[in-house]
């Protein structure tokens, strides 16, 4: 919505300015419809399924986005609400995607490639988001901030992507956890013959009926009952909430959406800035490669605390250049002399967030609840993600037109307590099967701690991973490389 946001055409066929709050509260509704949609579809996931829930997902998506598309088209009265409504629906669908994927993904992942399979599907994600904004920039380019079409072309060719799944998606399995979960033993047969070949079937679908009879005996659990404090899911119910919080309080949030408006700060024109928003989306996406190279290599803590780290430097420095870019002329500076070094900057802080931040969160909630809430725990990520965003896409502008170059300071620290907390509190859930993951909440709750240092003697603080041949430990190199192959 970056270049959209902008466009002439758009902000008068919505009746609204360009400083008014309503441009930043038509971006925000989407994530509430994000946090409504994680819950009906991952109810809809758990009932018949992960493939119709998706296909459900990806149906309402594209219906939201044919609505935006339509808002205000021909003159019609009520373009502002109609928008409103797309953007709702839209992300009803995208929550629902958002939610189900991750189960299913993970689902259908071995323990030891779980990372590496949600990393991968998150840089498909980010090429999507340079496909948008290069086509948006295209079309902005040659018709003009003016034409109607600049705005609505970019939005109705995102069709593609929920058509595109929607043509295939009956060729892929079901999960075999859910048919186990249903007491279909013979679809799930059916479904591990399909993902993992015939030879593996029977010591892989006893390991799930196995897994699920340990998993039964909590019984089923409710939204109340993750939220109730002594439950056995309400300690991971809020290291999933906080993961999410502090994936929104790094701020890049903010930078995806109000990208070329960070670069005009550095002292750039308007149509300078949007190449660089672009290139910024080119390199998010060539980095994205190390979150899949580490993530199940060094694990998820190390690359989460290391994103927090790299952005607290990058953010402090972009303060500093923000500040010399707006009083170049006072100090003499040339503005290229602040200008390229706090592109730099942005580039490391974009690349950051992607390799630790992107990816993670979502897969963290699939990887420690047992089957019985699974679908309910990832729901509530996608509530917490759609409403932290929620708010921080409406207080952005707000801020940025206030604060300036001093929002960049807020995110530093606030990248400061997301780093020290996940530090603390974030157990390494990499390399593990489902079960011993569950044992670290038992075990806290045993020894009446969440200090990931301090439960079972710390050995929740790092990822285990196959030693050698002869018994030693596998350099990082090694890891990396059986990561490509």
């Known amino acids: 919505m970056s270049l959209i946001n902008t466009n002439q055409d758009y902000l008068k066929t919505m009746g609204i300015a360009e400083e008014d709050p309503q441009v930043g509260v038509i971006v925000s509704v989407y994530y509430l419809g994000c946090a409504i949609g994680a819950v009906l579809f991952s109810l809809l996931a758990d009932k ?50 958002d939610s189900v994927v991750p189960i299913y993904s993970s689902e259908l992942s071995s323990d030891d490639a779980r ?30 901030k003016t034409n109607q079409w ?30 186990i979960f249903h007491e279909r033993e013979e679809d799930a ?14 010591n892989e679908l006893k390991e799930l009926i196995e897994s699920h009879e340990q998993e039964s005996e909590g019984g089923s659990v409710g939204y109340i009952d993750m939220l109730t404090p002594g439950h056995p899911q309400f300690h991971p119910t809020m290291v999933t909430i906080m993961g999410q919080v502090n994936q929104a309080l790094t701020g890049y949030g903010a930078i995806s959406v109000y990208g070329p408006q960070i670069f005009e700060l550095l002292g750039y024109d308007t149509r300078t800035s949007e190449y660089l928003t ?29 994103g927090s780290a790299t952005m607290i430097v990058c953010f402090g420095l972009l303060t500093v250049f923000g500040w010399l870019a707006s009083d170049s002329d006072k100090y003499g500076i040339p503005v290229q002399a602040v200008a390229i070094p706090g592109i730099i900057s ?41 409403l932290m965003n929620f708010v921080v896409t409406l207080m952005t502008p707000i801020l940025f037109n206030n604060l300036k170059y001093i929002l960049f300071l807020v995110f530093a620290g606030t990248n400061l307590f997301a780093g ?26 045993e020894q009446g701690t969440w200090r990931v240092g301090k439960v079972a003697d710390g050995k929740f603080k790092k990822m285990p991973y196959p030693k050698g041949e002869e018994g030693e430990s596998q350099p990082l190199l090694a890891r990396v490389q059986d990561q490509i192959g």
């Not at 498909?124 to 920039?137: D, E, K, S, T, Y």
């Open 150 to 179: 600049a705005w609505r072309i970019p939005i109705i060719a995102m069709q593609i992507y929920p058509v595109g799944l929607l043509l295939f998606i009956e060729r892929l399995p079901e999960s075999p956890r859910w048919f």
């Open 278 to 306: 672009q290139g910024n989306y080119v390199s998010y996406f060539i980095l994205m490669t190390f979150a899949w190279l580490l993530i199940d290599a060094v694990g998820r803590r190390k690359i989460m605390i290391a």
């Open 48 to 97: 018949r399924g992960r493939k119709p829930a998706l296909f459900g997902c990806l149906t309402v998506a594209s219906l939201g986005n044919l609505i935006m598309f339509l808002a205000g088209i021909g003159n019609t009265p009520g373009a502002r609400i109609v928008m409103y409504i797309g953007r709702v629906v839209m992300g009803l669908g995208v929550g629902g995607v």
């Open 420 to 445: 020290v907390w996940t530090y603390f509190y974030q157990p390494e859930t990499g390399g593990r099967p489902f079960e011993d993951n569950i044992e670290f909440f038992e075990k806290a709750s």
């Open 115 to 144: 990372g590496k399979a949600m990393a991968q599907e998150f840089q498909w994600n980010i090429f999507g988001l340079n496909v948008a904004f290069a086509l948006n920039l295209l079309v902005t380019i040659h018709l003009g």
């Open 189 to 202: 047969k059916k479904s591990l013959q399909f993902i993992s070949g015939e030879d593996k079937v029977d």
């Open 346 to 386: 942005l580039f490391v802080a974009t690349g950051a967030f992607g390799i630790g931040w992107l990816a993670t969160p979502w897969l963290l909630p699939t990887e420690y609840y047992p089957t019985t809430a699974r679908a309910q725990g990832t729901a509530i990520s996608v509530i917490v993600w759609g």
